[in-house]
């Protein structure tokens, strides 16, 4: 049997255990209310108690202080669709059926707010939509400030930067039934972390007589790139550092030159637009390091934060000019890696842990807590034994995948992307090079480490149902 098969069968058997504990191993005889926050776009190296001296997100920070944060949390599938559709499904892209377009989920079991729904819960949408069907169609009872497409503008509009925008045209507030409020703003307005704050706070103030999993999802800090209200100023482009691994220009094509991301700027990348849209780019995520401030603050004074799981993380990463590219749909670390922070009772204070899990693990980490039966088809792992220090380890390695244009894995400080269209592959030591800047595929001293990491990316892929492994 291969190792990943039978890691698949060990680990699923392990939560099985798991999930048959009671909840009060993490110190509560009830279940507890849950916040699951999560941004559009968001580089894992935005977190200024992360390591970033130039951000200013003291919310996150508190988060980060207050709670426990997995510093190698992954999107295996870096693109909005997929990744959302993997967080709700805990399921791959292949098992899921949004791997390609047309990125329409096919979700036959359970779906992460169902079961929450199932142990006795209120589920809560708030903020984009952008998962096929609607939120009440995927266990969402009631929905607030729910964003999602509508209809193109008749005139273009403008970024901060003067560029056309391609990223939510058209898109308005709206009800789950579809009635829709544009007086409200036409794609994305300056302000509008406040209108998701404000409904995710009406939720949090209403009189519970069950717990609640409410769930916010932010559009920060996607493009359009739109300084929002107080922090038009607060850095400066000329200041920003550029990125570590910033290149003018990508060295082949990875599988999306021609993708809308990758259009906002020129090539090459001139450093100029990269410092202007990092500066804007950070104001955005500042004003929704505020508003979740202010969901925080509405928490403490519903006296309800004792008994409220809070999580915050993001749907993938971003390059803004790393590796001379602009978009998400990538491998590298800046992209793949997200920020993933756990905050409440039974969640370990002040801890980081660096064991490799997915976005996908969420759901299974809350059927754990709520003490659910395993469901079969998730494909997910529970990251609970991890922060009861049970474990030190989820999984031997990481697979990523776009498309039918990139394949990686990520295992014990090495990481190899190959690009099947391009007819590339890259190979990093991450211990030594952690931006990825030095490939050393065709160094003869680490071509076992390249067949070692290829053979066992191309067993989990073909164990998993992807077409390229057969």
């Known amino acids: 049997m291969p190792f990943t098969a039978r890691h698949t069968l060990f680990t699923q058997s392990f939560i099985l255990i798991c999930c048959s504990l009671s909840f009060c191993n993490i110190g509560l005889a009830q279940h507890p209310n849950v916040i699951f926050l999560l941004s559009d776009d968001q580089r894992p190296d935005t977190i200024g108690a992360l390591g970033n001296d130039v951000i200013q997100t003291p919310n996150l920070d508190r988060l980060v202080r207050e709670g426990s944060v997995f510093t190698q949390a992954t999107c295996a599938n870096p693109l909005c669709v997929p990744s959302r559709a993997e967080i709700l499904s805990g399921q791959t892209g292949f098992r899921n059926g949004v791997h390609v377009p047309p990125l329409k989920p096919d979700m036959k079991h359970i779906t992460w707010p169902q079961a929450m729904k199932a142990a006795g819960y209120n589920t809560?949408?708030?903020?984009?939509?952008?998962?096929?069907?609607?939120?009440?169609?995927?266990?969402?009872?009631?929905?607030?400030?729910?964003?999602?497409?509508g209809t193109k503008p008749e005139l273009p509009q403008f970024d901060d930067a003067g560029r056309e925008v391609t990223g939510y045209r058209g898109w308005v507030f709206q009800t789950d039934e579809g009635q829709r409020f544009p007086e409200q703003g036409i794609g994305l307005t300056p302000g509008i972390e406040k209108k998701f704050a404000d409904a995710a706070i009406e939720f949090i103030q209403r009189e519970h007589d069950k717990p609640y999993f409410l769930h916010v999802n932010f559009t920060a800090p996607h493009d359009p790139l739109l300084a929002p209200p107080g922090w038009e100023n607060n850095y400066s482009p000329k200041r920003m550092p550029l990125p570590k691994n910033f290149k003018p220009q990508h060295p082949f094509d990875h599988g999306n030159f021609k993708g809308r991301d990758e259009l906002l700027n020129p090539l090459p990348r001139k450093r100029g637009d990269i410092k202007r849209d990092l500066a804007t780019y950070y104001a955005v995520i500042s004003y929704m390091d505020q508003q979740i401030g202010r969901i925080l603050d509405a928490l403490d004074k519903s006296g309800q934060a004792d008994n409220t799981i809070v999580v915050f993380s993001s749907d993938h990463g971003l390059a803004l000019g790393s590796h001379g590219l602009m978009g998400k749909q990538n491998m590298y670390e800046h992209t793949i890696n997200v920020p993933l922070i756990f905050k409440g009772p039974g969640i370990p204070q002040g801890e980081r842990f660096n064991a490799q899990c997915y976005l996908r693990d969420l759901y299974p980490t809350f059927m754990d807590i709520t003490n659910q039966e395993y469901n079969p088809a998730i494909e997910g792992t529970s990251l609970m034994p991890v922060l009861r220090d049970e474990i030190d380890e989820v999984y031997p390695f990481i697979i990523g995948y776009f498309k039918n244009s990139q394949r990686m894995i990520r295992m014990q400080g090495w990481k190899l992307i190959d690009y099947p269209e391009a007819n590339e592959v890259q190979l990093f030591h991450l211990g030594t090079d952690p931006h990825e800047l030095k490939n050393l595929v065709t160094n003869p001293k680490f071509q076992s480490i390249a067949e070692q990491l290829r053979e066992e990316m191309h067993t989990w892929l073909l164990n998993h149902g992807d077409p390229l492994a057969n």
Do not use: C, D, H, N
């Open 124 to 149: 809560y949408w708030v903020g984009k939509w952008m998962i096929a069907g609607r939120p009440s169609t995927r266990g969402y009872q009631e929905s607030q400030g729910l964003f999602s497409s």
